[in-house]
Nanobody
Framework: QVQLVESGGGLVQAGGSLRLSCAAS????????MGWYRQNPGKQRELVAA???????NYADSVKGRFTISRDNAKNTVYLQMNTLKPEDTAVYYC?????????????????????WGQGTQVTVSS
């Protein structure tokens, strides 16, 4: 089955950088939009950045100019380069894939699946 696996979180000092990766695995034919969200305890999950299959991007105002989202369609992977990190960037970061077209059953048919999420990776920025 299709799943998303994130990596790259950790602890960094304010002003530092981290790069998150999210790889989709399974018998994937194509992936529509992908994005990164973040969430803190007791708060709603919020969109950080998103990228379409064609490479168009959008960002939360709070990260514009500091974060860059990119993707490698051949590897079914999306990245989030985070620079000039601030303590308020501390959160669990989740990868999302809007819609994935994958081979199902015996592999002879294509099926759309919706709204896939990774397991989350912790990013902690110390002041």
């Amino acid at each position: 089955q299709v799943q998303l696996v994130e990596s790259g979180g950790g602890l960094v000092q304010a002003g530092g950088s981290l790069r998150l990766s999210c790889a989709a695995s399974g018998s994937i034919f194509s992936i529509n939009a992908m994005g990164w969200y973040r969430q803190n305890p007791g708060k709603q999950r919020e969109l950080v950045a998103a990228i379409t299959s064609g490479g168009s991007t959008n960002y939360a105002d709070s990260v514009k100019g500091r974060f860059t989202i990119s993707r490698d369609n051949a590897k079914n992977t999306v990245y989030l380069q985070m620079n000039t990190l601030k303590p308020e960037d501390t959160a669990v970061y989740y990868c999302n894939a809007d819609r994935i077209l994958y081979y199902s059953g015996s592999g002879s048919s294509l099926t759309w699946g919706n709204d896939y999420w990774g397991q989350g990776t912790q990013v902690t920025v110390s002041s």
